[in-house]
């Protein structure tokens, strides 16, 4: 298939039927061509919704993941999770592309070559070491301090695969219970004084690569609770963390959408934290903020397209989470104000069921100035229910 | 069901599948809900492959209809040629809500009716009378003035159902072409020395009214090849099309989106000309161009939600339509261009098969400038082939 037109038929494969695959085939119908998904969840997820193009199976199954491959043209993914290995075996086997490749995904499924990968390319990263043993606990302590990180080396989400490191009891919890007693990787990394944290998002395939304005992830109890674009730094570090970002996208020959988040440390250096090889939560305000959405980009570059323009439509673009409220088959309310706002954008992922803390929705708020436009968002979603 | 929130199981039908529908789809599903979607089209239309919810039947069958929106819990429309009778009939018997009413279909599915509706409301119109005899197209033609137009009462769309009178012999063709002569209600309309054709969409619920801003679609050979919006006009015109919408909504109750085409004369006059109950050609460059798209409100007007900004995003969007360049299966090519320009958006429809002349596609480009960015976009477009 040439890669420099779109034809009716192409079909995109998603493996993963949530949210961020969601909003990439929204865009990828935007295009004209046909969706289908692949999802492992017993319960009707969010694409399967939206084509009749629906298969079940398992990300540990390479049979499932070439049956379902085959009726595809190009096949990607929302997630990290199934392993580089078998990606390769699925792209072979099918014979049909997968992006990101699989041997991009090598570098940053683990993250021990991550971290050496990157490092390798000139990038910072926060200090870390492989630690096997309660005497590496004891060293990595001393020398980096206490509390530090414990990490597996296979990742995770959202915070599960991490554990803290107060002291050597915690430590030694916290390695047992991420593996390291089974002989799992795990990784000790120092915890950082930082003012802020970080994401930028970049598109990159065979035409170019386009890079995002630097933005601002805001935590509240360690929950990601907003986005702030462009992030409130100064200059030199917005492009400090672009130009990091591209380089790290580079390191791996990333082909799609990827994020990386830094943390801005108390000294004014710029540290990348982690990657992601798909769209990212702190990418979503770019859907109205900025002139080609990371979901459309994602689509452009897995299918060979040219990308298209990261400027911002608005100075300010803020992204609020609106996490489920209750327990319950999901509805959305007291939203009349959040949409009656001018340049205020409600999505909400069509899951069906709520859970308390789940991602159900989010809200896009463009404005002038960055604190009176989070402020304002915050005020016009603090009573939404889901 | 309350109308201000929304079920994540809420499901949107629409009766007819094509681009229209598609594009209100795209929003239905960002705002987490569910489509269903109704044809009478043998080959897969453009919304089937946007959903596991599709039903075929016939637009002339209660019956087909009703045990459609049984499914739904609201039903809209794409077209305006089922009879308002059927519909009525369809929501009483199936208890889902139809938006628009078939109550305001009532009023504008025949040309006759349509247009002494807007005429009592104080909304000039082109000069039209019911012809019913020779006698009557000598008089009409004398009148008004050789040639002019002869109307099926019943519509069309895209020109058919219309006939030209140049003269007797080629009125009496027109009139036996559109029906009279089976007593089908034909309509002689005067052709009105007119410098700008001019569109305006009006969306309305029961939470209030919006209306866009007044554009121009600009025609080639009778085809309508682009919109420029907003028009190149007065300010008052501006003003006086888009206050002549909203009387005009207001005047059969509409309450959806709404579009309404006017003639700029050239002695300054403002002439509604036609009326469409759905999303139109001329709303597509909201997508991009406004702040909330015509496909946004027509989802958040049948909905109940609160109705979205029209405010423009940038000073000028023009919108060139695509369409088909070949009989082939639909392919669209050369599009790297047009992809790879900053505020330039393309929309592929998604339908298999091309044909010359068939609406395909569009492409939007947002700018500072109408002229410059009406060259710019039909420069970029020209090569494009589908």
Redesign the interface.
């Known amino acids: 298939m040439p890669r ?6 192409t079909k995109l494969g998603f493996l993963g039927a949530g949210q961020l695959a ?1 909003m990439s085939a ?1 865009q990828a ?7 289908a998904v692949f999802s492992d969840r017993p319960e009707d997820e ?1 694409v ?5 193009f ?1 298969y079940s199976g398992s990300f540990d199954s390479v049979d499932d993941m070439v049956a379902f491959a085959k009726t595809c043209d190009v096949v990607t993914l929302e997630n990290e999770f199934i392993s580089s290995d078998l990606l390769k075996q699925v792209q072979e086997q099918s014979g049909t592309p997968i992006f990101p490749s699989p041997a991009s995904f090598a570098l940053i499924e683990n993250k021990l070559i991550e971290k050496e990968t990157f490092e390798a390319a000139g990038i910072p990263v926060t200090p870390y070491k492989l630690v096997k043993s309660e005497e590496d606990l004891i060293t990595f302590g001393d020398e980096y301090g206490w509390p530090f990180m414990l990490k597996s080396s296979k990742g995770g989400y959202d915070g599960y695969g991490n554990a803290i490191a107060k002291d050597l009891e915690t430590a030694k919890e916290g390695f047992d219970k991420l593996g390291g007693i089974k002989g799992h990787d795990i990784l000790a990394e120092a915890f950082v004084p930082f003012t802020k944290e970080l994401a930028v998002q970049v598109a990159r395939n065979e ?1 170019g690569t386009v890079v995002y304005p630097c933005c601002e992830t805001v935590q509240e109890n360690h929950i990601n609770v907003a986005v702030v674009s462009p992030a409130p730094i100064d200059e030199k570090h917005q492009k400090r963390a672009q130009k990091l970002a591209i380089k790290a996208m580079e390191a791996i020959d990333g082909k799609g959408i990827f994020a990386f988040e830094f943390f801005l440390t108390d000294s004014g250096e710029i540290l990348l934290n982690e990657s992601a090889p798909r769209p990212h939560n702190s990418g979503h305000y770019t859907i109205e903020g900025c ?1 080609t959405s990371q979901f459309e980009n994602h689509v ?1 570059s897995v299918l060979g ?5 990261t ?1 911002m ?1 608005k100075p300010v673009a803020v992204m609020m989470n609106l996490l489920g409220t209750h327990n319950r ?8 104000e959040s ?2 706002t ?2 205020g954008h ?7 069921q709520s859970k308390v803390g789940r991602k159900m ?1 989010h809200y896009t708020l463009l404005g002038e100035n960055g604190e009176d436009t989070f402020n304002k968002a915050k005020a016009l979603t603090k009573g939404i229910e889901i």
């Open positions: 420099t037109l779109i034809h009716a038929t969601r929204l119908f935007r295009f004209g061509i046909q969706v969010p399967q919704f939206m084509t009749p629906s035409t002139v452009r397209l040219p990308l298209g323009s400027q439509n088959p999901a509805k959305t309310d007291h939203i009349s949409l009656a001018e340049n409600l999505h909400v992922y069509g899951k069906i929705a």
